[in-house]
């Protein structure tokens, strides 16, 4: 099982570092890792699919992976793109946790309810 933190900046003069804390702080406690980076520096307007994390979620990661987010206003911009982005994870058998929302999607009974 890997683990992979995707973050995402929409300008490269903004950093990612409070996502970076963020994420490292929700692993830590959960004892998720060691983490793997995905750093990507791309408009929320620009497709998922299109970015870094289209390539991680459909070519990088395998049944039983975990990608954790730091929140989930960094995964899309648009609540549509957001669900078929967690349909796309779901249907590869691959884990979601959202850091800021406490979310973890894993298939689980509880997940499914939310």
Request: include cysteine; hydrophobic fraction near 45%.
């Amino acid at each position: 099982m890997a683990v992979y933190a995707y973050l995402r900046v929409s300008t490269d003069q903004r950093d990612g570092d409070n996502q970076r804390y963020d994420v490292l702080v929700y692993a830590n406690a959960r004892g998720l890792g060691p983490l793997q980076f995905v750093e990507d520096t791309a408009s929320g307007r620009l497709a998922w699919r299109e970015r870094a994390m289209g390539r991680l979620l459909m070519e990088t990661t395998q049944a039983g992976d975990v990608v954790l987010f730091a929140e989930v206003s960094r995964t899309a911009r648009s609540t549509l793109q957001v669900l078929e982005m967690l349909a796309c994870c779901m249907q590869r058998g691959v884990h979601v946790h959202i850091a800021k929302q406490q979310m973890v999607l894993d298939g689980s009974m509880q997940s499914r309810i939310a």
